[in-house]
């Protein structure tokens, strides 16, 4: 992150304002996978995304810019269901998202052809979602096979993100197979890879047992080493063997409003919504700014310690101008 969105965020922390914003934008998704989160009973206020009434056309288009016109963050996550079930809507959204200077993340399945226009938005960023080799890839998230995903990314420059699960860590060597095959194509900007996080009281074969998490730690600090396009920092990967205990204490579940495909149903208590196992959480985006909180400034005051005294000022000037 550049040094002036490290201070337009942390100006938005101080005003009371969440820097990141996620949208579910739409309860549709041609995929059924497993252990899928957005599915989960409970996952939005005590529904499932399949249960919420979602918005189409110029409604969804004028809903986003709403929401964001009222919260006006600095980074915008698309997600769903599978948002190109939307490229209609997209096609409209993001130069609108452009002109407001808002960095765009959209994360799909690639089920289907991006947009070749999408390639040309400066502050829009791509991620693909793979989960595993082709045989459990295809298997698992069909119709987004690895045939489809190698011609729906033609002519743009993408994210590939990857969920580690406790079948992957069952066989030798998964991980450096799965980076030897992306890491060299020229569509693949870079590669990040979470581990699976499951619900409390959840049991699944995609949980990761304790020593397949700390294998996995190890595995991911001697690939990083190998390919660079893996995109994940030293202090970022040890992160995964201490989680953040509970979302409060998660800088980036306390800096990232999640709102679902009514465009008002906020997620909580994080992204997973429901009752997130912190204990197993896998989450990227939460292990990178638990290693940026711990990074040490002087006099023993760490980043995170004056992420939290901000956060108390910014709720209080919220709670003194409401």
């Not at 995929?31 to 005590?46: D, I, K, P, Q, T």
């Not at 698992?140 to 993100?161: C, F, Q």
């Not at 063997?241 to 997620?267: G, H, M, N, V, Y």
């Not at 909580?268 to 400034?297: K, N």
Request: with cysteine; hydrophobic share 40%.
């Amino acid at each position: 992150m550049r040094t002036i969105e490290v201070i337009q965020a942390w100006g938005a922390i101080l005003s009371g304002r969440s820097p990141s914003v996620s949208i579910e934008i739409t309860r549709e998704c041609p995929l059924r996978c497993a252990g899928c989160y957005a599915y989960e009973e409970g996952h939005a206020g005590g529904f499932n995304l399949r249960q919420l009434h979602d918005k189409k056309g110029d409604e969804l288009v004028e809903g986003v810019l709403e929401i964001v016109n009222e919260l006006r963050p600095l980074h915008l996550s698309i997600v769903g269901g599978d948002p190109l079930v939307r490229f209609r809507e997209l096609d409209k959204l993001l130069p609108l998202l452009e002109q407001r200077g808002i960095h765009v993340q959209v994360v799909t399945s690639a089920f289907r052809e991006i947009p070749q226009q999408w390639a040309s938005i400066n502050r829009l960023s791509l991620v693909v979602s793979i989960d595993g080799l082709q045989p459990e890839h295809d298997a698992r998230r069909k119709p987004a096979t690895y045939d489809r995903i190698l011609a729906n990314i033609r002519g743009h420059r993408i994210t590939v993100h990857c969920t580690i699960t406790g079948q992957m860590m069952r066989q030798a060597g998964y991980l450096e197979s799965f980076l030897s095959f992306w890491a060299p194509r020229d569509e693949i900007k870079r590669i990040w890879m979470s581990m699976f996080t499951p619900q409390k009281g959840a049991v699944a074969p995609e949980i990761l047992t304790a020593d397949e998490r700390e294998r996995a730690v190890n595995e991911l600090l001697g690939l990083r080493q190998v390919y660079e396009k893996l995109d994940m920092p030293e202090g970022l990967i040890r992160e995964f063997l201490s989680p953040p205990s509970s979302p409060r204490e998660c800088i980036f579940a306390q800096t990232t409003q999640t709102i679902s495909a009514d465009l008002k149903t906020r997620i909580t208590p994080c992204q997973f919504g429901g009752e997130p196992d912190c204990s197993q959480c896998g989450c990227i985006a939460s292990m990178g700014l638990a290693a940026v909180g711990h990074h040490s400034l002087a006099l023993g005051i760490t980043a995170g310690g004056v992420y939290r005294a901000s956060t108390a000022f910014g709720r209080t000037l919220r709670k003194v101008r409401a």
